[in-house]
């Protein structure tokens, strides 16, 4: 069964940190690239952090510095080390794996920080 299983949301205060993780099932993380999303109420889904197989990384502005993208792919598992968070960092945090064709989500997690 093809999945993404993402853990490690929470609550935190301002300046905090917390890191995620997903869990991918095999046939959808070798050799993809993997994101992060995230969403906040009533605003749009947007890219956050993305790795190629290769290790290669991008960042969307707002993270960049904060934010630390890295894969295990002895362990299926994509992570996102989030540092310095601020209370516009609030969202619910997605995992993405385009292979096949499409885009797989995972179900989300919670990260809600407070001021």
């Known amino acids: 069964q093809v999945q993404l299983v993402e853990s490690g949301g929470g609550l935190v205060q301002a300046g905090g940190s917390l890191r995620l993780s997903c869990a991918a099932s095999?046939?959808?993380?070798?050799?993809?690239?993997m994101d992060w999303y995230r969403q906040a109420p009533g605003k749009q889904r947007d890219m956050v952090a993305t790795i190629t197989n290769g290790g290669s990384t991008h960042y969307a502005d707002s993270v960049k510095g904060r934010f630390t993208i890295s894969r295990d792919n002895a362990k299926n598992t994509v992570f996102l080390q989030m540092n310095n968070l601020k209370p516009e960092d609030t969202a619910v945090y997605y995992c993405r794996a385009f292979a096949n064709n499409r885009s797989y989500w995972g179900q989300g997690t919670q990260v809600t920080v407070s001021s």
């Open positions: 095999g046939t959808i993380f070798r050799g993809n690239d």
